[in-house]
């Protein structure tokens, strides 16, 4: 075992979190990041958020949060594209501290700032587009008999300051400066975002890019926040904070749901988008698998052992036919998930829930080990796994459909085309569904699609899941327990509509209208006159 | 008191509910309507469905989603014009059973069954419209470097079968065949109706006319199934049941509440759109009430006696600044809830509710009683109430914000605008906030719209809250505890974004797109390509 890499001199790093644009010590217990490697705590500590710290960052997002709204959609826009800007100039930066407190690759992290500032700059021509203003008009009919009717319009108003939780396993594109807080900041909602623990020297160096571009574009102090906190505490606190009007979350399922259940007890019960877990089951149809058994081999390694399997839309559930080609193709993964050297997870705390949990599943009594890799010679090492059920033991015990987070997967091995049915039947809510076919397959494909789009946020046909491309076609969510709500997304520009709500106004002055629904359309943007859709 | 007007003979009523096409008599305890004005039951006696009828009807409507969902928007588009069809043949009848159900007068059934109709027929042209399937596509980038893009194509589908709950006040608008279940049957979900007890005789009636439809445009068996039940059984077990994916509700708080509780503990918790109840400020500008108090009072007490005051948006809550506009105002008001002669209720259990509700007002330290009218010498008679308290007292006191529902009005005096101010913070989320204001009170509606719009789903200007206008830019909703989900509206057709989800296809076969999504756009729908909008 090599010694933890000491704190690069390049970076300072002050220890703080950021109420507002103020750098404030927490008053809380002391915590630190560790390097998941070696387990040695890291340099500076922090402090967790006290309760009046988590009170005073709602309260100044609450504060902010009219003024906010109210700016030109080109000023947020400006604000999002500024924030790229500084992440982009901190890359070097960030990805050493990301590397040293995530262990993931620096040719991933690095790719993981541009996705983050992509997904920033997508917003804000999200922004610039207009469509999420939602504007409606219904022009009054003064003569209309038995009954005038006024003049009607509805534009969609941000909902309010939102809580983010960023997940550990994307230290930028699912964090501080991540999907949910671009999206909130685009729809005009003031942000506190908790800092994850296992990154909080990366959370400080992305909130201060945040803030510099607050102060750059003259943004109100408390469009944004980052409180160091635990779940439990700070979590649960600032959840239940009445400024806070919608939570985004990314994470295990027990720190969503219970999220979750802060949010309906309060005495306003708000909207959380949680993204949780999921299996996502991957079909073999027989005609993929007469033709390409090895190469699907590989790419299923590949997809499963990527980022030590830490992924939402791991390759967690393969679903096929037995017969000699799913052998073939069993013989190759397996081969190759033997051969894996294993990889350093995220945290040790990590490491330690993903060996509780596979050697959970080993140990069923109806589960055959298949491959087991070598385990990563670190303190976090994590260790593929492929195991393998047959259809009827797997529809008979739904706790066989419990995420294991890391490179594990579950074979499902099918009697039939009418089992691989019953078994995506008895599925619970996905991310993803991925399908692989050949040409003497689509028949079977389509009658399993109506299934499939049921149970999953995306439906993939002869890709892997992992690789969760931010456009505008894009669905990163799905059915309970997937996510907690089914009715969006969290990566792409549909995500905006997470944190808006319509408001109609009706026989306003003219001179009160907002500038979304003035006759003369100054923002340019599409609108919906009458029923009919206009570009702008 | 006049004896209760015979059954009409013309009307011949099976007493029966419908579980898909079939008329069943249910196997559980008997119940009737009653008339309102004797209290005197109504034949035919009706009898509340037994679980295993409520089982089976939430089966046949799992059974018929993905033939359902599968058909063409144009399909689904005859069937909800062919509902408005028979619903309008069977105008005099369903106006003389629901006049006898519910007390309500004549010329407003009339009204209602237009509405009604109206609603159906403005959800047939939003399916041919087509912006509702949200198609989006992300063409492949084979080239793209460092990696190739995926074709990505995202479109949305109807969440599953639906549990409509009508109301008592809108027998026709907003029960079997209202608002929730128009927009549910155009998103291409089956519909499960639990009739309001009410009125059971109009339900059975409306539901003949929809399944009269349904076959005669040949959807599949169902597709639409009314039960009838009391809330806390047969309601709480539709609400659990695991085929419900989505509850549309409108009624009264504790059973809005009730139901999002029973929805959130499920095993897979799902969307509950609960309309509950509002007070609707109304905010009577200084320079509104100086040019024009007599008027405002007049226009008042219209929308607050309108259907004896049991509107969601009746005119619950007066906000003005003390004075002698006001005083003047006030007598006016005063004086014509006074001579009011009051009205029936829509059951003599509402009437009993509102008299609790109104005595516990009117003996409350704080509030002082303007004017009280007459009760309607029937069994379920109502009288206007209008009170005042002074703006202090309703800010310390959010018990004073609890919606009566009947023809009753609290008026809040306040000091200064200031003061309105403080009132308007201090509002719970309302359906509807309306300013009456002359050219002289803008700019401080200007300030006040920030505060409104926050607080309610419509802001009207110079209008009554009374009447809810079905279009596109009509916003019935607004924050808790005004909805459980201020994310939507229940009226207008951004309704049927309620029952549907997004879900992305990677890499589809082609022969596999759903017509939304294929190439050709054979639906010649709304499609943003690449983020941009384009028209059919």
Same mark, same amino acid.
């Given at each position: 075992?090599?010694?933890? +890499?000491?704190?690069?001199? &390049?970076?300072? #790093? ?12 927490? =008053? ?68 050493? $501290? ?46 209309? &008999? ?42 005009? !909602? ?25 102060? %750059? ?44 259940? =802060? &949010? ?36 299923? /390694?590949?997809? #499963? ?6 992924? !939402? ?19 190759? *993964? ?16 990590? @490491? ?16 055959? /080990? ?24 797997? !529809? ?21 085309? %009418? ?13 993803? *569904?991925? /399908? ?8 079977? @494909?389509?009658?399993?699609? +109506? #299934? ?36 969006? =997304? ?22 009160? #209208? ?12 599409? $609108? ?9």
């Amino acid at each position: 075992m090599t010694a933890a +890499p000491a704190q690069a001199p &390049a970076i300072r #790093l002050a220890g703080t979190m950021f109420i507002g644009s103020d750098a404030v010590t927490g =008053t809380g217990p002391r915590i630190r990041s560790c390097d998941p490697r070696t387990g040695d705590e890291l340099d500076p500590a922090y402090h967790l958020a006290s309760s009046a710290e988590v009170t005073r960052a709602c309260r100044l997002a609450e504060d902010a949060f009219d003024a906010y709204r109210d700016t030109h959609p080109e000023q947020r826009a400006r604000f999002l594209e500024r924030i790229a800007h500084h992440l982009t100039r901190a890359t070097d930066t960030l990805v050493e $501290r990301g590397h040293l407190e995530t262990g993931l690759p620096v040719a991933r992290l690095t790719g993981e700032v541009g996705r983050t500032t992509g997904q920033l700059r997508m917003f804000a021509e999200v922004l610039r587009e207009g469509s999420w203003h939602g504007a409606r008009i219904d022009p009054a009919q003064p003569d209309r &008999a038995p009954l005038p009717r006024a003049d009607m319009r509805q534009r969609k108003i941000p909902l309010g300051p939102v809580a983010v939780f960023g997940a550990s396993n994307f230290p930028l594109a699912f964090s501080v400066a991540g999907g949910d807080t671009a999206s909130a900041l685009a729809a005009g !909602c003031p942000v506190v975002v908790k800092a994850h623990e296992a990154h909080l020297g990366t959370s400080e160096l992305v909130a201060r890019a945040v803030l510099a571009a607050a102060t %750059d574009t003259n943004m109100p102090n408390g469009v944004f926040s980052l409180l160091v906190g635990d779940g439990h505490g700070t979590g649960t606190q600032l959840a239940g904070d009445p400024r806070i009007q919608a939570i985004g979350f990314t994470g295990s399922r027990t720190a969503g749901l219970a999220l979750a259940r =802060t &949010a309906a007890q309060r005495v306003q019960p708000i909207p959380v988008y949680a993204e949780m877990s999921s299996v996502n089951p991957v079909l073999l149809m027989p005609g993929a698998l007469a033709d390409r058994a090895r190469q699907l081999a590989d790419e299923f /390694v590949d997809s #499963l052992t990527l980022g030590a399997g830490q992924f !939402c839309t791991n390759p967690g559930l393969l679903i096929a036919v037995e017969g000699s080609d799913l052998d073939t193709f069993t013989a190759a *993964a397996a081969q190759r998930v033997d051969s894996d050297s294993g990889a350093t997870m995220l945290t040790p705390r990590i @490491a330690q829930s993903y060996r509780l949990e596979t050697e959970a599943v080993t140990t069923h009594p109806k589960i055959q /080990v298949l491959a087991r890799g070598t385990r990563a010679e670190t303190v976090s090492g994590g260790q593929a796994l492929l195991v393998v059920v047959q259809g009827d033991d797997f !529809c008979a015990d739904p706790g066989l459909q419990r995420e294991m987070f890391g490179a594990a997967s579950l074979l499902v091995r099918c009697r039939d085309l %009418d089992q691989v049915s019953d078994v995506v039947r008895a599925l619970e809510g996905q991310l993803t *569904a991925t /399908v692989h076919t050949a040409d003497t397959d689509l028949d079977d @494909a389509r009658a399993l699609l +109506p #299934l499939l789009e049921r149970r999953a946020g995306r439906v993939l046909f002869n890709n892997w899941p992992t690789g969760v491309e931010v456009g505008h076609a894009m669905v990163h969510g799905g059915p309970y327990p997937a996510t907690s709500d089914a009715r969006t =997304t969290s990566v792409g520009s549909l995500a905006i509509e997470r944190f808006l709500r319509p408001v109609a106004y009706q026989n306003l002055p003219e001179t009160l #209208l907002p500038p979304p629904l003035q006759d003369d359309n100054p923002y340019g943007i599409p $609108r919906r006159v009458d029923g009919a859709l206009t570009l702008g």
